[in-house]
């Protein structure tokens, strides 16, 4: 099932550069999410989404910026690359009044490497 | 604010062997709990959910229940198998709105014949 896309699957990118990454979702969710893992820390919101146009700041927000002009599309950008952004991003999806509070579908990740 | 811990892995376990995995949480009131897992190479999918005290949340073998007098939620099977060799995440929701979700660290599963 491809309600949720992400893209690219793995990029590797040189300190200093921008970057942005896509989330797709066929499912008109409501509420969007980007998340990165990394190892000894789970997942970690960067930054949320609540509509179009409407996001809100994470825990590990500082060196990212989102934006979501369609209710479809949802892009984190990197405005400058640093090698402590090297992880896998993770994006998800989530519509309480269809699924239930918490229940939420994740794309399939992006492996990033700042080198 | 919510947070959830989650025991270390990696847990290692012979097939049909007994799982559990330890959950404890705090929070303000008594919100749903959620296990999340994850497939390697793969995101996370939600697995089991209980949304109140005493609930039980059950899905492919797997069971969980909610203990508020514990603050906890461990996640439990009577017979793994190679295919459950996964990671497991423990959640529950942050207080704020945006039905956002706080993590656990995870724990690795490994079954072996």
């Known amino acids: 099932d491809a309600g949720i896309t992400q893209s690219p699957r793995h990029k590797v990118t040189e300190t200093g550069t921008p970057v942005t990454l896509r989330c797709h979702q066929t499912?008109?969710?409501?509420?969007m999410y980007w998340y990165r893992q990394d190892p000894g820390h789970g997942l970690r919101l960067i930054h949320y989404s609540y509509g179009v146009k409407d996001t809100d700041k994470g825990e590990v927000s500082d060196g990212y910026s989102v934006s979501r002009s369609k209710t479809e599309d949802f892009l984190l950008t990197l405005e400058s690359a640093t090698s402590s952004q090297t992880s896998v991003y993770f994006c998800?999806?989530?519509?309480?009044?269809?699924?239930?509070?918490?229940?939420?579908?994740f794309g399939s990740g992006t492996r990033l490497t700042v080198v | 604010g919510n947070s959830v811990t989650q025991m270390e892995g990696p847990v290692t376990l012979s097939e049909e062997a007994f799982l559990t995995i330890n959950c404890t949480y705090t929070?303000?009131?008594?919100?749903?709990l959620f296990w999340y897992v994850q497939y390697p190479g793969e995101g996370l999918q939600l697995l089991l959910k209980?949304?109140?005290?005493?609930d039980k949340g059950s899905n492919k073998g797997f069971e969980a229940t909610y203990r508020k007098e514990t603050t906890s939620f461990h996640l439990e099977k009577g017979s793994v198998q190679v295919s459950d060799s996964a990671v497991y995440f423990c959640a529950l929701p942050i207080t704020g709105g945006g039905n956002k979700l706080t993590f656990g660290t995870g724990t690795q599963l490994k079954v072996e014949l």
């Open positions: 929070a303000t009131g008594y919100p749903s």
């Open positions: 499912e008109n969710h409501r509420y």
């Open positions: 209980a949304t109140k005290a005493d």
């Open positions: 998800a999806i989530s519509d309480p009044l269809q699924e239930g509070p918490g229940g939420y579908t």
